[in-house]
């Protein structure tokens, strides 16, 4: 079935139904934050949703939100050509490489873009993809938006969940909570993907299948082997260990980014055990949110996480 989709759905089907429960009903937000762990299909998700909600046909019953590549409006969605779609990531810089973050003149032409009126007289949609790589400026300018929205309207905000959500924002906003895809979910989006020994890159990725590439490099692969050693000897690890951790962590910002994210990963499945960790959850959260708005050096960062871990799972 898969096959004559083209962003077929892995996983996620509690969500996608949350959100057209709420456009059967008549009660369509404006404004929705789709959250979770990246590599798990967020954007793909947002897109389908977009292409649906701008005419796009169903190639099945069982999945609404699941037009062809045949289809129109998805041809459009997907080469950028969608009029009434705006889509915003991180721009290329001059030296060829992605900007830190999304400028704040990129959030001010998506302010200009629902101004106007749909160009095909249906919705107008944006993607904001991501919260985490804006920096506070650009926060602050998407709140013109949700603050007085436009009518057939629509803004999708990708939250990774590395940086916490502004109160200001969150609370103009719907959520769609996604989490990390089972395993046959996993393999069925490996599978898609073409990738070669499915089943040992599966365990890799532990259910974010859209981070095989960034976790295929072999500093990014020592940085998430050193993570998960540190967590196994908390709460108190040798000095090898702690020196280990911090050097592969440091190595570059895609091995600081990876370390993060398993620690973030691992604190917060148990702050739903204990809320008492919900506490350090929110300190490494502002770490990492400092390293990429104060540009700490991983070594820095990677530093404050393992100290701030440490001194926390004594305490918990």
């Known amino acids: 079935m898969s096959e004559d989709i083209a962003l077929p759905l892995f996983g996620h089907k509690a969500p996608q139904e949350k959100f057209l429960k709420a456009m ?4 369509l937000h404006h404004a929705w934050i789709i959250e979770g762990p990246s590599g798990i299909g967020k954007s793909r998700f947002a897109l389908r949703l977009a292409a649906m ?15 062809s590549a045949s ?16 889509h915003v990531q991180r721009a290329v810089g001059d030296n060829g490489k992605l900007k830190q973050d999304i400028a704040v003149d990129q959030i001010r032409e998506l302010n200009q873009f629902f101004s106007l009126k749909p160009a095909l007289g249906g919705w107008r949609i944006g993607i904001l993809d991501s919260l985490d790589e804006m920096n506070a400026n650009g926060r602050n300018a998407v709140l013109k938006t949700l603050e007085e929205p436009p009518p ?12 916490p959500v502004l109160a200001t924002i969150r609370s103009r906003c719907q959520s769609l909570r ?8 996993t393999l069925a989006a490996l599978r898609a993907q073409q990738v070669e020994s499915p089943e040992q ?17 072999q500093k990014v692969l020592a940085a998430s082997h050193a993570a998960r050693s540190f967590l196994k000897a908390l709460p108190k690890p040798a000095d090898a260990v702690l020196s280990t951790t911090i050097q592969a962590a440091a190595e570059d910002q ?3 980014g990876v370390f993060a ?15 008492a960790w919900a506490d350090v959850w929110f300190q490494l959260h502002n770490i990492v949110a400092s390293q990429r708005n104060l540009h700490m050096t991983p070594v820095q960062a990677a530093s404050k996480l393992v100290s701030t871990l440490q001194t926390g799972a004594g305490k918990v």
């Open 24 to 27: 059967d009903g008549g009660r």
């Open 53 to 67: 909600l701008l005419g796009a046909q169903p190639a099945a019953d069982s999945d609404r939100a699941g037009a």
């Open 71 to 86: 289809d129109p409006v998805m041809q459009k969605v997907l080469s950028s050509g969608h009029p009434d779609l705006k």
């Open 152 to 163: 057939r309207a629509m803004l999708f905000l990708i939250s990774h969940a590395t940086v």
């Open 178 to 185: 996604l989490t990390s895809l089972r395993k046959e979910e």
């Open 201 to 217: 890159v599966a365990d890799l990725v532990a259910g974010r299948p859209g981070r095989v590439e960034a976790l295929t490099g």
């Open 254 to 256: 895609a091995s600081f």
């Open 261 to 275: 994210e398993e620690l973030l990963g691992w604190v917060s499945s148990k702050a739903e055990e204990s809320p």
